[in-house]
């Protein structure tokens, strides 16, 4: 039965059962994470042999000649941006490889924006005072703070299930100080949604006022399956090209989640127009990135179906994961009808809406239950999410058995927190 | 005898000489290059080892048992903050460890202040339209792009023996548009100056009218001696502390001519204030930086001590090239009166002031004889060196024959440009 329907009676009694359980877990003082989408130890110990890779034994030479160790090559090996060229989809023409994080690239991109235009004429962002940028929600909070760094104010966009609400984004993009738009089109973070072949077209097609409208297309979880159905995304830059749209997105993405998170490679994909504005920051701005990094990455998987290959393993680690998070919610919340969400395909997260006014406090209840979870709010532009209703579950790094503890916790605080607005509600 | 006191006939007859030579020399088609101060082949093996201390059967973890392989630690591990500080000589809490280039480091210090005012209160540097750096001349083309890419207006400060000439510097910091001065303070690039005490006195009390006016101090070889002496170079940050200015320095370093140059460790220090800024930046721009590779370097050297024996081995390499270069200077080019030069103790470069007037010819000789120089001017903000003589020479990636052979064909096309011009002049 819904909790809506309960007596007062029947709530009082419900809440008191609720203050014991939380009473029991309290002294149990447990201390468990499901804060940030970082890949446990069994995921990093996948890529443990990579790093027998390049030994002393070994040339570092790329496959043209030049000495991976030395100076040089600015936008990456060869080798290198032919494989992050596969996992993007795109040709190595349209690719630069930096260096360990992708958000790197695109906080240096918006950064070359302010100050220098992507099209020529145009204004750079930082002469644009009341610059705007699109913000689908939930959505990835370190793209959020980056736009909020470079003083953008953030317009939010709802997700629906199939991507960005696109009615209401062909709507603000006739605001020419609407500058651009934060995509996570695969598995999106928090919710795990794959944008369909509409939306893709839809963006593809926009015809923004601002003629140096950019799309961020962070394509973080572009091979990071949780099921067998390996999701489809359409190519944004094949729809960008048939609608003669070619320099509106910029694509991104890493090896983090598939390597190591702090010794990964990141690449960017972009038409020449956009890659030479790019470019042209890039070299006053460094010499070249650890290209032995990248040589490493190309010898360890040889290519990009090493890559996939790799993946099935993470998804091995990760699938009894996400399976402990939602068989929780499903057995333990969903019957109470104090929560709704999605249950992900892929990418790192559960995106869950409780009660509309409870998500802080069950964080807070969380919390002194010995439970870290990412801050209500963080998945909206200002940490402000209006309903105060979405939490972003992280489930990779706990363990299974944690997990389960970690998610019975959750599930009394979502009721806990639940039946206490209900009774004061009603009062 | 001095080519100025040659008779009009003995000039005529010395560029008939020298004309021979020059075409013997072209008809060996060699091709060598002196143009850019890259690390030699010996000198990239010396750190060859360092590509086993990290393997698969090492465990990753920080002396305070985070592991390097996952996220975070934005600022950089403890053991190499503690290193890079040494390297730096100043406390570790002042440190920043950031990804594989001290450049990259730079280019983000100056976008940072272009858009965020490092002083509460002034105004971005993009706002100041007029916006000035001071660059002592010759000096490295690098720092040069850097301030022009973000509209600078680049002022000239002549490089004495002991520094940039800072009745100048006093002088042109008076003007509150002026915000900056590019410094590499010990081996400068390309003279191999190190400022003496009292320029970095000067330098550590300056008043500048801007009270965001910040000394970029580019401590690029520190501890690259060519001699014995260690030539010693006053601390700023102490210097600045008694001068109630310690603000005024920012200092990068790098590992990348001690270990590998595309894949070293760069670092920073400041004052808090100046670091508030910073990381507040940093903190939108990335998770962290390459936290395996910085452990790579700390477990390689072990120690500061084990980082200054390394740099013995690069000194062994190095100096024989050098020598090369100044005994064919003072044996083949001297003489004439054409050149002058300074004999480094330490850093890259030698930099020579051919005839006024000749510089440009003598790289452009040069190249058709199949010897790359660093093209001339490059030692000058826009690439424009008033008195077209400075030339900067990099010996250090040719082996010592080579240099031989190079240095031969730059004393002939010294020397031909040199009589050419008398005798154009004369004519």
Redesign the interface.
């Known amino acids: 039965m819904f909790y809506k329907d309960y007596t007062k009676e029947q709530l009082k009694e419900e809440f008191e059962k609720l203050t014991k359980e939380l009473e029991e877990i309290k002294n149990l003082k447990l201390s468990l994470n499901m804060s ?1 989408g ?2 446990c ?1 069994e995921q ?1 110990e996948l ?3 990579m ?2 890779i ?3 034994s ?1 040339q570092c030479q790329t496959i043209d000649g030049q ?7 600015m936008d990456g090996i060869p080798s290198c941006k032919a494989l992050m060229a596969q996992m993007m989809s795109v040709s190595p023409d349209m690719v630069m490889v930096g ?3 992708s ?2 690239m695109m ?2 991109t918006i ?1 070359t924006f ?2 220098t235009p992507v099209v020529e004429g145009e204004k ?1 962002w ?1 002469e644009v005072k009341n610059r705007k940028f699109l913000c689908p929600v939930p959505g990835y909070d ?1 793209h959020f ?2 736009t ?4 953008f104010e953030m317009i939010t966009v709802p997700m629906t299930e199939n991507g960005p609400d696109m009615d209401i984004v062909e709507e603000l993009v006739k605001d020419d100080s609407v500058k651009g738009i934060w995509c996570v089109p695969k598995y999106s973070n928090p919710q795990g949604i794959t944008y369909s072949d509409e939306t893709v077209k839809r963006l593809a097609q926009l015809k923004p006022a601002a003629k140096d409208f950019r799309i961020m297309w962070d394509n973080a979880y572009v091979i990071h399956d949780l099921t067998e159905e390996e999701v489809s995304l359409l190519n944004i830059f094949e729809e960008c090209k048939k609608a003669d749209n070619i320099d509106l997105p910029i694509q991104f993405c890493s090896t ?1 989640k598939i390597t ?4 990964g490679v990141a690449a960017m994909a972009a038409s020449s127009n956009n890659m030479k504005v790019i470019k042209n ?1 890039y070299k ?10 990248m040589l490493r990455h190309v010898r360890f998987f040889k290519d990009f179906d090493g890559m996939k290959a790799h993946m099935k393993k993470h998804r091995a680690i990760l699938k009894p994961r996400f399976d402990m998070v939602v068989e929780n919610i499903k057995n333990n919340i969903e019957e109470y009808g104090i929560i709704t969400y999605l249950e992900p395909k892929g990418g790192y997260f559960v995106s869950v809406d409780v009660m509309e006014g409870t998500a802080k406090r069950v964080v807070a209840l969380c919390k002194e239950a010995g439970v870290i979870l990412t801050g209500a709010g963080a998945t909206y532009p200002y940490s402000n999410d209006p309903k105060d209703s979405n939490i972003r579950i992280a489930p990779t790094a706990p363990s299974v058995a944690d997990l389960s503890k970690a998610m019975y916790v959750f599930s009394v605080c979502c009721k806990y927190a639940a039946v206490e607005k209900l009774l004061n509600t009603n009062a």
């Open positions: 940030r970082v890949p130890q990093l890529s443990r042999s790093l027998d390049i030994n002393s070994v000495d991976c160790r030395n100076y040089g090559i260096g360990n994080s958000l790197n906080f240096d950064a302010m100050t750079p930082y370190r703070g980056i909020e760094y470079f003083g983090s190591f998170p702090g010794s920051k006053f701005q460094t010499i070249g990135f650890d290209k032995i990094n």
